[in-house]
C-alpha cells in the first residue's frame, strides 16, 4: 500500500483533520479497552464526561462504566483504567461505558473523521492490516497523551513505520513507552501501574482492530479481526 501522507495532530487540533483517523492512547485507555474486548465485551461507547458516562449506564440496562479522572476511577464507575483489572473479569456480552481524561477526549472531539479507531500496542498488527484494507491516502494519528505523549508518539510512529513496509524493530518503541512522561507520573498514585505497563508494552496481544462508528448519536467501538469488514 501506498500512503501519500501521515499527520500527527493532538486533542486541540483533531478536529481540523477528516478522512482516516487513528487515535491513539496506550497509557492506560485503548490498551485497557483492547483487554476489555478480549474479555468478552461486545462493544465500548466512548464519551467526555463523567456525568454522561453515569446517565448512559443508567439509560442501558445491564451496561458497565470503565475509565478514570485523574488516573483514578470516578465515583459509580464499575471499572478503573486498569488492564490489570479488566483481563480478570469475565465480560461475555457486555456494553461498556468508558470515560478517560485523553482517549476518549481524542475520539469525541475528531468530529470530522470518516474513519475512525482507537490504537494501542496491543492492538497495532491488527490496525495496520484494517488500514491496509481501506487503502486511504492520508492517516491522521491523535496523539491523546499530556504535551504530545511519546508512549503514544511511539505508537503511531510504529504503525505509520509498518505501513509503509519498512518492518521496523518494535524494541526501541515499546522502550519509549517505559521511559516516557506518562509512565513515570502515573506510577507515583496507581497501585497497579507497572503491571499495566506490562500489559500495555505486549505488542500485537490482541488480534483485532478498534474501529469506531456513529450510531443513534454515540460513538461506539468494537473489536473487528482486520479479515472482517470495517465501516
Known amino acids: 500500500m501506498s500512503l501519500t501522507t501521515f499527520e500527527y495532530l493532538d486533542n486541540d487540533t483533531c478536529h481540523t483533520t477528516s478522512g482516516l483517523v487513528v487515535v491513539i ?14 474479555a468478552g465485551a461486545e462493544s465500548i461507547t466512548l464519551v467526555s464526561g463523567v456525568e454522561e458516562a453515569l446517565a448512559l449506564k ?5 451496561s ?3 475509565g478514570e479522572v485523574g488516573g483514578l476511577p470516578p465515583a459509580g464507575f464499575d471499572f478503573g483504567n486498569s488492564p490489570t483489572e479488566i483481563v480478570r473479569q469475565d465480560l461475555r456480552g457486555r456494553h461498556l461505558i468508558q470515560r478517560t481524561g485523553a482517549g476518549t477526549q481524542g475520539v469525541v472531539r475528531s468530529v470530522n473523521a470518516e474513519q475512525l479507531f482507537a490504537a494501542s500496542f496491543a492492538v497495532a498488527g491488527a490496525t495496520v492490516r484494517a488500514i491496509q484494507k481501506l487503502s486511504p491516502s492520508q492517516v491522521t494519528f491523535v496523539i491523546t497523551g499530556r504535551g504530545f505523549g511519546d508512549e503514544d508518539l511511539s ?3 510504529y504503525i505509520s513505520a509498518c505501513l509503509n513496509g519498512t518492518g521496523p524493530d518494535p524494541q526501541p518503541y515499546l522502550e519509549r513507552v517505559h521511559k516516557s512522561r506518562e509512565a513515570q507520573l502515573d506510577a507515583l ?6 503491571t499495566d505497563i506490562d500489559y500495555c508494552t505486549r505488542l500485537d496481544s490482541c488480534d483485532f482492530a478498534m474501529p469506531i462508528s456513529r450510531e443513534n448519536g454515540q460513538l461506539v467501538m468494537r473489536a473487528i479481526h482486520p479479515d472482517s469488514k470495517v465501516s
Open 25 to 38: 492512547d496506550v497509557i492506560r485507555a485503548f490498551s485497557n479497552a483492547a483487554y476489555a474486548f478480549q
Open 58 to 62: 443508567a439509560a442501558m440496562p445491564g
Open 64 to 66: 458497565l462504566a470503565m
Open 155 to 157: 505508537c503511531a510512529e
Open 189 to 194: 498514585k496507581i497501585p497497579s501501574f507497572y
